[in-house]
């Protein structure tokens, strides 16, 4: 069965992300766009640099082609954050992009993004799933002589406009007196034109690695996490640069190394750039991030008169969250961030940018701006582990947690339990640890925050020896 995630479809390569896999996705699309009368406008098609990323990307377009439906198709690689800014720019119903983010190697996906550039909604994917499993025969055409009549158009200078939009919300000015000197890891990925364009036009210097096409991504996850950056922070450190900067394999995912070498995570970017628009910027506005994403969001907010709104994972409830409070910036401790303002979905090219803003602006660097932080808001560590369970157990411990609601024994205070979204308990000292089912394997997600890492892990712990797993 082909089954949408929080992410969209990801399946490994030759299992089931296979031809006939990818071309039923496609005429559900189309299927789905007829049925909402929806099909009178192009839809867009990008890729990755992923193996079979491009030749899928042509399987789509020649299934959409055929059915009637033009098909935009870029000449080039692209991130996901391009298509959904295209989709709200031009105001198209529908986008897709070839992409299995940050997944393994063998892994390849398809991301359906829909009206105004914003993930699909779980009723929208749903109902596709649904479409895609009662298909008849699935009809295409030949790309080569769909281009030749039109009905696949390529699309010039698809980054024009995005990158525009991204520099006019930038301080250029304070970017180009700074003069920072950047190292990139591409990480392999598709977001590295744009970053680089951006940079170069602010007059900075950056240095690229792993810019090449690598289907395997070096033997590394292409997720921007501290282990797999060892050697853009060698190389930081080695060659002074001002800021290391990283992205995943399909640029909604952003990793930063300071100039000492320190990796700086997820949650401390989200605090950073929050507290630098409000702060330094002059916004106002409110910040929303996830359920596992850290509290010090909410500190923040508090010490500016605003609030933190709390929502279920998946980008899609961020974004639809900061468009009914308007809130400044949303994001989550995976690694992704959007601003007010810009697209509905993540986006690493114009959060690395602002990043960089940030720092230029600031004349501080990203750990004496988290030390700012702690010193007014206390010190927050997060502890992440997955925890792995005999597929015949799953409904077990679903009983145990979302049904009979028992949890363990812990040493701190339970102020109360959220279940909106998996099991959240959150404690009297401002900690909290959350237990989320994977949608793709017999895996139980933990997110613990505290005060020190020590007392986070223990959460974890607890929960470990409480399912036996």
Request: with cysteine; hydrophobic share 40%; charged share 25%.
């Amino acid at each position: 069965m082909i089954k949408f995630g929080t992410g969209g479809w990801r399946a490994v390569i030759g299992d089931d992300f296979i031809k006939e896999n990818i071309r039923r996705v496609a005429a559900g699309v189309v299927a789905l766009a007829r049925e909402q009368g929806k099909a009178e406008k192009p839809i867009i098609i990008g890729y990755d640099r992923r193996f079979l990323s491009i030749s899928a990307a042509k399987w789509v377009a020649e299934v959409i082609a055929d059915s009637g439906i033009e098909v935009w198709f870029l000449n080039r690689s692209a991130p996901t954050p391009l298509i959904m800014h295209t989709v709200k720019d031009k105001e198209l119903h529908f986008g897709i992009e070839i992409t299995a983010s940050h997944n393994p190697a063998n892994y390849n996906g398809i991301k359906l993004i829909v009206d105004e550039g914003r993930d699909a909604s779980l009723e929208a994917t749903e109902r596709l799933e649904q479409i895609i499993e009662e298909l008849g025969e699935v009809k295409s055409c030949n790309f080569d002589d769909a281009v030749k009549e039109g009905k696949i158009v390529y699309i010039r200078n698809p980054f024009n406009k995005f990158l525009d939009d991204i520099i006019e919300q930038l301080d250029m000015n304070a970017l180009r007196e700074r003069g920072l000197r950047v190292l990139f890891d591409t990480m392999h990925g598709s977001g590295a034109y744009p970053l680089q364009v951006i940079f170069h036009t602010a007059r900075c210097t950056i240095d690229t690695i792993h810019l090449n096409k690598d289907a395997y991504f070096g033997g590394m996850m292409p997720a921007p996490t501290e282990q797999t950056l060892s050697l853009l922070t060698d190389m930081v450190l080695r060659d002074n640069y001002d800021l290391g900067i990283a992205m995943d394999g399909d640029g909604d995912r952003l990793g930063i190394v300071d100039k000492n070498g320190r990796y700086i995570n997820a949650n401390e970017i989200l605090c950073m750039l929050y507290y630098y628009l409000v702060k330094y910027k002059g916004w106002k506005g409110p910040v929303v991030r996830n359920l596992a994403t850290t509290h010090m969001l909410d500190r923040i907010a508090e010490s500016f008169g605003e609030k933190c709104y709390e929502v279920p994972v998946g980008f899609k409830y961020i974004s639809s969250k900061i468009d009914e409070v308007d809130a400044v910036l949303g994001g989550e401790s995976s690694g992704g961030l959007t601003v007010r303002g810009h697209i509905y979905g993540k986006d690493s090219v114009y959060a690395a940018s602002l990043f960089a803003e940030m720092v230029s602006v600031t004349g501080k660097s990203p750990t004496e701006i988290v030390e700012e932080l702690e010193n007014q808001f206390g010190h927050y560590e997060m502890v992440e582990d997955n925890l792995a369970f005999a597929p015949e157990r799953k409904a077990e411990i679903m009983k145990i947690l979302l049904e009979d609601k028992k949890l363990p024994e812990f040493s701190n205070k339970v102020t109360r339990v959220n279940y909106e979204d998996g099991c959240k308990v959150y404690f009297e000292d401002d900690s909290f640890v959350i237990c989320r089912f994977s949608g793709t394997e017999p895996l139980l997600r933990i997110f613990a925050e505290s005060s020190n890492r020590d007392a986070a892990a223990k959460y974890i712990t607890d929960f470990r020896e409480f399912l036996n797993i």
